[in-house]
């Protein structure tokens, strides 16, 4: 349940993070991390046109830069951008001046005022730099939907385990998790659909 759905400790390790938003609004936030791809995100944004629904993409910058058509795709469609960092990289193995600077590297693509850090860590100074900027974002459920070991129905349940008002929903527009999300996408938000929930974006 640490990874599902963050423990109050990890949230309290950057508490002017958004892990949650409205508890007391019926809507989740959808949010896709690591594209994008050709391979993946072409599918999702199908799925999320036929269902009507927005979400925000934290892209990497360099994803961006080696396919900017799948870029142009996601923001014609009217749908939220978020900064992942250039090349994906991990906090703890970089200063603040090399982290920072690869997320600025990738904001030359991405244009945006929302980061969330690969992993879902990052040093404090670096949390604490980048806040000064960004609107770091991080989420309520991880569905775990890249997890060699989780399968679509996995994905699935998970979404209907941990899912509550406010919850801000990670799935990944990657290679890891496409077969998984072409069954558990459309099913996850037919099942939320069924719950009443809305379907928000970041303001």
Do not use: C
């Amino acid at each position: 349940m640490i990874i599902e759905q963050p423990a109050i400790f990890l949230r309290w390790l950057y508490p002017r993070a958004t892990w949650r938003m409205n508890r007391h609004e019926k809507a989740v936030y959808l949010t896709f991390d690591d594209g994008p791809i050709p391979e993946a995100t072409p599918f999702i944004l199908e799925v999320l046109a036929k269902y009507d629904i927005k979400a925000t993409f934290f892209m990497v910058g360099d994803n961006v830069r080696k396919h900017p058509e799948v870029f142009r795709q996601v923001v014609e469609a009217g749908h939220r951008i978020g900064n992942h960092t250039f090349n994906h990289i991990g906090g703890f193995r970089h200063t603040i001046s090399s982290y920072s600077n690869n997320a600025e590297l990738a904001n030359e693509y991405l244009h945006t005022n929302l980061f969330r850090p690969p992993h879902g860590w990052m040093r404090w100074d670096q949390y604490a730099w980048l806040g000064r900027k960004y609107r770091i974002v991080m989420w309520d459920l991880v569905t775990r939907d890249y997890s060699k070991w989780m399968t679509a129905e996995g994905v699935v349940n998970n979404v209907k385990r941990y899912a509550r008002n406010g919850s801000i929903i990670t799935f990944h527009d990657s290679l890891k998790s496409i077969d998984k999300l072409r069954t558990a996408l459309p099913e996850s938000i037919e099942w939320l659909k069924s719950q009443g929930y809305e379907f928000k974006v970041f303001d």
